[in-house]
Structures are given as C-alpha cells and as structure tokens.
C-alpha cells in the first residue's frame, strides 16, 4: 500500500471547496491535518480547529508530507511552493501564473530537492492535457496546440453571441458562478489563457518562455459593432492562444480573439467549457473538451494529481531534454480584423497588406496581414478604447 497522504492545504476558496467535497466521497488513505487561509472570520463548512492563518503551521511540521496549495497570490503561492519543495514535501497547485512565472525554476527545485510538483489542475480545469503531453505525445512532433483555455471569457461570449446578453451582465454571472479570476482583467484580457499557454508550451515543445513576452489581446474592448460583423459572416468570435512550430525549430506563441468559422470544432464550445486541439505529425488532429474552470472540474483535476503522489509521480519534463535547438519566436505573420476609433492609428501600425476596409461614420475597421512584433509593440495603442483586434482567417 502506498504512503498515507498528510497533506496541508493552502487556501480554501472555490477549489479548494470543490476538491474537499470530492475527497469526502472515497477512502484514499489521506488525510487534510490543516488549511491555512487568510480571512479567520470567513465562515467555514468544517471545524474551526482544522483553520489556521500561520503558514508555518503546514511548512514547519514534519508530519505534513503534502502540500495542496490554491491561493489566489502567485508570489506568496510561490513562495509556498519553493519552501515546501525544498523541505521535501510534494506539492499540487493550480495556480497558473506562479507556474508559468516560476518554472524553470520550480523544474530545477524538483529536480536538486528529489520532490514533486503537480498543476494538472492549473491548465484548463478538468482536462488532463500536461499529463498525456508528458506521458502520451511525448515521442510525437506537435504542429500545434491551440483551444479555448479560459472558461470565464468563453462564458461571456457565449452568452452575448447564443443569448444576445450584454457584457456586464455575463461577466457579472461568470463572477457569481466562481469561474472568474479575483481580478476578471485576468480572464478577459487574455492573461490567464497566456499563462496557461507558457505552461502547456514546456511541457510540449521543451522551452521556457516568460509570459511578459508572449503576446495577449483579450476581448475587454469587444463591442456590438465587433459582434454584429461577426454575425453578419457566419462567425463566433472566440479567445484562443496558440502554441505553433512554424518552421524548423521555431515555436510562436500569442493569445488573441479570433473569429471561428462554423466548422471549427471549437465553433461549438460553450460556456465554461474549454477545449484542446492538438496537430500532430503522427496522430494527426484530436481534440480534448471539458469544463475548464469551476469547483468540481478544477477540484477532480487536483485530486488526479494527488492520488498521482501516491505511487511517486512526477513530470519527467520529458520534451525538454532534446529542446535545446527549439528557439521561441515571435516573427509570424498573421491576418487579423482591427476595428479603430482614430484614423491615425493606421499612421502608426504598419500592415504588410490590407485585402479589406470599412469606413462608417460609426464603425470603421481594416483586415489584412501584420507581423505578430508589430502587434506586440503596438499593443497598448491596439489596446484602448475604441479598438478591437482580432484574427480572421
Ligand atoms: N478564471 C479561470 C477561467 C479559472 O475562467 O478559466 C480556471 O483556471
């Protein structure tokens, strides 16, 4: 039989909640000594003696052999993390950005301390795509990973494009519902799928890319005159990172909307679901589609991880060990819609064609090719009110 699990967790929000209903159902020899949280006055569903505000409590006691952390702060989430990796206990996040920031050195901590660091659960909520990236694609050349990675925004769209509901108000559902970042910016302005994107490109092609480097436009501007346009051409407008090798050895990475055409197999996912489309040389196209954030999905992910612990699981990082030709770029060409206020922003982003343009009084756009560098250097410009870019097939 395998070591019993003592695990401390940290946080005890809408994940943790969800994994603790989820454990209360099955006898896997584990068992939660403590929670260590920040509001003492919050009003728990457990036992008061089980709650405590002192990290210390979890990090300083040599019994605690796990530790399931799922705070909302990614520096102090970090810090956790590096101390109880270091003092030889495993740890399970799903904290997207702490991972994506940290990683190189959180693989390098796990790798001099012997411990184990486990985020199924920080990459599109109950869909397994780090583990079968590491344990099933790992001798197979990836063309691309792409999908929807953020189910608040994908929430929000749905609802303005099947239910004709405003912005506010699906957003506002999405926040009472628990799918939303604490700071919905994060979700909105496609920072939360860029992270999940940085970690999803380790484990898939072996580098390790900085999120500050790769490129997030969201859908914060989106407006009716974006979504009748789409309508008008059969398409959804969607927020989708992408993960490409373009050419031999080179990997780009960005998240931006991007308008689908109805047979896009992520045309159809809704809500807060999310999906994962792999290109594969060998085994072609597939397709993993599940609920990506919630309690319940985002609670069973976590707890794969920890039964996972049981029997010494640990990502070998297996892509990593021939990556070091693979280099990330970010000179791609790419189509994209861009919608403006003020015609001098034409004066200041430079496209390498224009095939289409639109001038109303109320509503003026232009498509056509431009260099992914060039979005990126423009992008605060891209980014105020009044603009909407968005790629376009
Ligand atoms: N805010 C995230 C989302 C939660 O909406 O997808 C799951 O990571």
């Known amino acids: 039989?395998?070591?019993?699990?003592?695990?401390?967790?940290?946080?005890?929000?809408?994940?943790?909640?969800?994994?603790?209903?989820?454990?209360?159902?099955?006898?896997?020899n584990l068992e939660i000594k403590k929670f260590v949280i920040k509001n003492p006055e919050k009003k728990r569903t457990l036992p008061a003696e089980l709650f405590t505000t002192d990290?210390?409590?979890?990090?300083?006691?040599?019994?605690?052999?796990?530790?399931?952390?799922?705070?909302?702060?990614?520096?102090?989430?970090?810090?956790?993390?590096k101390r109880a990796l270091q003092s030889g206990k495993n740890v399970?996040?799903?904290?997207?950005?702490?991972?994506?920031?940290h990683l190189e050195e959180l693989t390098n901590i796990q790798q001099?301390?012997?411990?184990?660091?486990?985020?199924?659960?920080?990459?599109?909520?109950?869909?397994?795509?780090?583990?079968?990236?590491?344990?099933?694609?790992d001798n197979e050349l990836l063309h691309s990973i792409s999908g929807i990675f953020n189910g608040s925004s994908n929430y929000i769209l749905s609802k303005i494009f099947n239910e004709d509901q405003s912005y506010d108000n699906a957003?506002?559902?999405?926040?009472?519902?628990?799918?939303?970042?604490?700071?919905?910016?994060?979700?909105?302005?496609?920072?939360?799928?860029?992270?999940?994107?940085?970690?999803?490109?380790?484990?898939?092609?072996?580098?390790?890319?900085?999120?500050?480097?790769?490129?997030?436009?969201?859908?914060?501007?989106?407006?009716?005159?974006?979504?009748?346009?789409?309508?008008?051409?059969?398409?959804?407008?969607?927020?989708?990172?992408?993960?490409?090798?373009?050419?031999?050895?080179?990997?780009?990475?960005?998240?931006?909307?991007?308008?689908?055409?109805?047979?896009?197999?992520?045309?159809?996912?809704?809500?807060?679901?999310?999906g994962v489309l792999v290109k594969a040389a060998f085994a072609d196209e597939q397709f993993f589609y599940g609920k990506g954030a919630g309690g319940h999905p985002t609670g069973s992910a976590v707890l794969s991880d920890i039964a996972a612990l049981r029997y010494g699981y640990r990502y070998e990082y297996k892509k990593h060990i021939d990556a070091s030709q693979i280099r990330y770029t970010t000179d791609y060409e790419l189509s994209v819609y861009l919608r403006y206020a003020n015609d001098s922003i034409l004066e200041q982003i430079e496209f390498l064609s224009i095939s289409e343009r639109f001038?109303?009084?109320?509503?003026?756009?232009?498509?056509?090719?431009?260099?992914?560098?060039?979005?990126i250097s423009k992008r605060e410009l891209i980014n105020q009110s009044g603009n909407f870019m968005a790629e376009i097939l």
């Open 112 to 137: 001099e301390y012997g411990t184990s660091l486990l985020y199924e659960g920080a990459v599109c909520g109950s869909i397994p795509i780090i583990r079968n990236l590491e344990e099933y694609y």
């Open 359 to 375: 001038y109303g009084e109320n509503f003026k756009y232009v498509i056509g090719k431009i260099n992914l560098n060039e979005i």
């Open 171 to 274: 957003l506002r559902k999405a926040q009472e519902l628990g799918f939303a970042e604490t700071d919905p910016t994060l979700d909105v302005g496609g920072y939360d799928p860029k992270y999940k994107l940085a970690i999803v490109a380790s484990h898939a092609y072996g580098i390790y890319v900085n999120p500050d480097e790769i490129l997030n436009l969201g859908i914060n501007t989106l407006d009716n005159q974006d979504i009748r346009f789409a309508k008008e051409k059969g398409f959804k407008i969607k927020l989708l990172p992408l993960a490409k090798e373009t050419s031999d050895k080179q990997v780009v990475l960005y998240v931006l909307p991007k308008f689908l055409r109805s047979d896009n197999i992520l045309y159809n996912v809704e809500n807060e679901n999310n």
């Open 55 to 81: 990290p210390e409590a979890v990090l300083s006691d040599p019994e605690i052999n796990t530790v399931v952390e799922l705070i909302d702060n990614a520096d102090v989430a970090f810090e956790i993390t």
């Open 1 to 28: 039989m395998s070591e019993k699990l003592i695990i401390g967790m940290f946080g005890f929000g809408v994940v943790g909640q969800g994994l603790y209903d989820i454990i209360k159902t099955k006898d896997l």
């Open 92 to 101: 399970v996040s799903a904290n997207k950005k702490m991972i994506a920031t």
